[in-house]
């Protein structure tokens, strides 16, 4: 049994919909006194080596990497940043598929599938995975698959999107003293006003027309992003007879969603149109610190792509710029494991920082985004990251960026590892997806 799961996982979606339709989603304000805007307070740091293993030894071989030091690192995040999936983590099952063909003008096909958490018969969450493909293509497709923040339904104005449950916040909340002790969670049907909301960060019709696919899940099917969201997450599922709350290394948020890509994976790997060998994950911010998770996590997906993913995700921790561990923990404590809680200000004792996590793409692409505005996510030490990758990819046989000169504005840089910084502030805009297009053509040798 599940006694945190409210009933409406197990009775169904529109019985909880007549109870539930108050309130809202606690997300605090992310400013934090301990944010440095100042390069000047960046200091000198140093950066654990990727290629030496905890013992003190030097990794000189590519088979030392795969075998050894990449489950280390691996291991290191797990119990140490985004937590580790338990063992009884529920398992999906696809349980209800829709097909509409020569949707958006003729332009593509589309799917809706639903796939819902099961642990041991008992059913949980169903996330709705929205799946379009070029109308014309003459056989599987590559596809672009990434979490969204607000609902399958504003990633198109398409009016064949079904309208799920999204879980919204509540300014009432926000007023007036200290929110969280306030804050109450609940949901609602989607707007159909929300209809394309988001159509700028998606550029569905972009995708398309470049013969590729586009696979979107709705974030909060899979967890409330909230720190009150967990009784109505996967992961609650897996808490075990007696147990309150997870592990001090068990599983995050962020890991719960993470670990929701590679059961969509699942999925796609039964889809008939689609090239599951290439499947590249993406994500923005928050789900930007997931898609490189997920991609670290799941070796099946072809390429990684983090859209302004910042701090806990492309972003250097020990360059203490922007927003900074505890930021993260204070504000949004349900995205990391407890163990995280400790670098709190302590970023310099972290085992690892990101430009291994970016490093366990390897010897897969990844591509690392930044906007100049976007000084929160600290543009440079998500370049820095993404440069401090570049040995184990040299290593594996593969190129890294190949400098460590941050590059000028909309100067992409495309090798194994890709980089670029947009004129702009935090978002995902065509231009962002132009690069991942292109990156994506480059290495699947795509015209
Ligand atoms: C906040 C948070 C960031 C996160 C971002 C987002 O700004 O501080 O770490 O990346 O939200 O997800 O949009």
Same mark, same amino acid.
């Given at each position: 049994m599940f006694p945190r799961l409210p009933g409406f996982f197990r009775s169904g979606v529109l019985a909880f919909c007549g109870a539930a339709l108050a309130a809202a989603l606690f997300l605090p304000?992310?400013?934090?006194?301990?944010?440095? &805007? +100042?390069?000047?307070? *960046? /200091?000198n740091y140093e950066l654990p080596d990727p290629?030496?293993?905890?013992?003190?030894?030097? *990794?000189?071989?590519a088979e030392q990497w795969t075998r050894e030091r990449r489950p280390e690192i691996l291991r290191l995040f797990e119990d140490q940043v985004f937590g580790e999936v338990p063992a009884s983590a529920p398992l999906a099952r696809v349980v209800s598929v829709e097909e509409a063909k020569g949707v958006l003008g003729g332009l593509g096909d589309r799917k809706q599938v639903g796939i819902q958490f099961v642990r041991n018969g008992l059913a949980g969450p169903v996330m709705q995975l929205l799946l379009y493909v070029p109308a014309k293509r003459s056989g599987p497709v590559p596809v672009f698959l990434g979490l969204n923040?607000?609902?399958?339904?504003? *990633? +198109?104005?398409?009016? /064949? #999107?079904k309208l799920g449950i999204v879980w919204s916040r509540d300014?009432?909340?926000?007023? /007036?003293?200290?929110?969280r002790d306030r804050a109450r969670i609940v949901s609602k049907i989607a707007a159909?006003?929300?209809?394309?909301? %988001?159509v700028g960060r998606w550029q569905v019709e972009k995708i398309l027309q470049a013969g590729f696919g586009l696979a979107t899940i709705y974030y909060g099917d899979i967890?409330? +992003?909230?720190?009150?969201?967990f009784p109505y997450g996967?992961? =609650?599922?897996?808490?075990?007879?007696?147990?309150a709350k997870p592990a001090a290394d068990d599983w995050g948020a962020i890991a719960g969603w993470a670990y929701a890509l590679s059961k969509a994976m699942d999925y796609l790997e039964t889809d =008939?149109?689609?090239?599951?060998?290439r499947v590249a994950v993406m994500g923005h911010s928050r789900l930007g610190k997931t898609s490189l998770w997920a991609g670290a996590m799941d070796e099946r997906f072809a390429i990684v792509i983090s859209n302004d993913s910042g701090e806990g995700g492309?972003? #250097?921790?020990? %360059?203490?710029?922007?927003? %900074?561990t505890e930021g993260l923990n204070r504000?949004?404590?349900?995205? &990391?494991? =407890?163990?995280?809680?400790? &670098?709190?200000?302590?970023?310099?004792?972290?085992? *690892? +920082?990101s430009h291994m996590l970016i490093a366990l793409a390897a010897p897969r692409p990844v591509y690392v985004a930044s906007a100049v505005e976007d000084r929160h996510a600290d543009p440079r030490g998500e370049f820095l990251g993404a440069v401090a990758a570049g040995p184990v990819y040299q290593l594996l046989g593969k190129q890294g960026l190949g400098t460590d000169a941050m590059p000028g504005v909309h100067q992409p840089i495309m090798h194994d590892v890709g980089y670029h910084v947009r004129a702009g502030v935090h978002d995902v805009t065509a231009y962002d997806w132009d690069q991942y297009i292109a990156f994506a053509k480059l290495h699947y040798g795509m015209k």
């Open positions: 304000a992310t400013a934090s006194a301990q944010d440095n &805007y +100042d390069e000047s307070k *960046v /200091g290629l030496t293993f905890l013992n003190g030894k030097k *990794v000189t071989t923040f607000l609902g399958n339904q504003a *990633v +198109d104005k398409d009016p /064949g #999107i300014t009432l909340t926000r007023t /007036g003293g200290p929110s159909e006003a929300s209809r394309g909301e %988001r967890e409330p +992003d909230s720190v009150l969201g996967i992961r =609650a599922m897996a808490l075990n007879p007696g147990q =008939a149109d689609v090239d599951a060998k492309a972003a #250097i921790a020990r %360059r203490n710029f922007g927003e %900074r504000n949004f404590p349900h995205w &990391y494991c =407890a163990n995280f809680k400790q &670098y709190s200000n302590q970023e310099a004792r972290l085992p *690892v +920082d």
